[in-house]
């Protein structure tokens, strides 16, 4: 077993959640999601309807981690230059200057990122991947943690720019952020209503903690049957007659790429590194596996004709996969 002391962090991760408690109610899986994102340095896309809290939910979390915040709100008419930076020219030195932008910050909240065109998404592409920035011919490092987690509004479709799979696919997860239940929504209604409401967090952890808790999770062990079985679940999506799954075989157009297997092995370390254990369970990977697979597992459009949503048929590649096939 692990020692004590790998768990350091646990009673610290814990006042995290209280304290979001204070001013977010109702959205400890959302939290979850995006503590594992940072922990493991995944980047996060989230998918709701408005007013379900996501923009207050990161900018709170921001400021208990004490990371510098931006939120971009994606419009069409938003230019590369307004999310990365430009040259400007100083008169007084009479040479070009490097203006940062919005980009260079710990937590980056990509608002409805699905309103920009394509050539503004993609100036997140080198960020998200590889943790720089080029504005002319300087490339400059991103402050570590760096952590984009951007929002799309599934209602309104008209005037958007959806994401392409080349983009989709580097988010470590989608998570899909639902209504509060009625005793939360109660709750929300009573604070917010109180117009003299006005909590301020205290900060609970800083930089050199979350690089500490990464570290951490990395020494979380995972059994090569598990591992293995990672491995099927991954090309049961790909070659699902290969297990049994005639009916889903319809649907898949392209399975889940290699950063699904990637990805889902360092949530379920996460979450049993949550739950204080030093070694993962076949629940954890369950239990994250439709969270890093659904957005990367892309149906045709008879799926869509049938009303199949790529949930239904990660729930049903769960069911039939078993360990150590």
Do not use: C, W
Not at 162 to 173: G, H, T
Not at 285 to 312: G, S
Request: cysteine-free; proline content about 5%; overall charge negative.
């Amino acid at each position: 077993m692990q020692s004590t002391s790998s768990f350091t962090y646990h009673a610290k991760i814990r006042d995290v959640f209280r304290e979001m408690s204070q001013v977010v109610v109702g959205q400890d899986r959302l939290l979850n999601r995006l503590l594992i994102g940072l922990f493991t340095g995944g980047h996060i896309l989230l998918e709701g309807v408005p007013g379900l809290a996501k923009t207050l939910t990161i900018n709170t979390l921001a400021k208990v981690l004490e990371l510098d915040f931006q939120r971009i709100q994606f419009t069409p008419d938003l230019l590369p230059a307004d999310l990365i930076g430009t040259m400007i020219f100083n008169q007084k030195t009479a040479e070009f200057e490097v203006k940062q932008g919005p980009i260079f910050a710990n937590l980056i909240l990509a608002d409805e990122v699905n309103r920009s065109p394509a050539k503004v998404q993609a100036a997140l592409l080198e960020a998200m991947q590889e943790k720089q920035v080029t504005i002319g011919e300087e490339t400059f490092l991103l402050d570590r943690p760096f952590l984009v987690l951007a929002t799309q509004n599934p209602v309104e479709q008209e005037g958007t720019y959806p994401l392409p799979e080349a983009q989709v696919d580097r988010f470590m997860m989608k998570v899909f952020v639902d209504y509060l239940s009625r005793e939360d929504e109660l709750e929300v209604m009573r604070r917010m209503s109180n117009m003299n409401f006005d909590y301020e967090v205290q900060p609970v952890l800083d930089k050199d903690d979350l690089i500490a808790i990464r570290d951490e999770i990395n020494g979380i062990s995972i059994s090569e049957t598990l591992e293995r079985y990672i491995i099927e679940l991954v090309f049961a999506t790909r070659r699902p007659l290969d297990y049994g799954l005639r009916d889903e075989a319809r649907y898949i157009q392209f399975g889940v790429s290699p950063r699904a297997s990637i990805n889902l092995n360092l949530a379920a370390k996460a979450l049993a590194y949550f739950d204080r254990r030093d070694y993962v369970l076949p629940e954890d990977i369950k239990e994250v596996a439709p969270d890093v697979f659904n957005h990367r597992l892309l149906l045709n459009y008879e799926a869509e004709a049938d009303q199949i949503t790529p949930l239904q048929v990660i729930d049903a590649i769960l069911r039939k996969v078993a360990i150590g096939r």
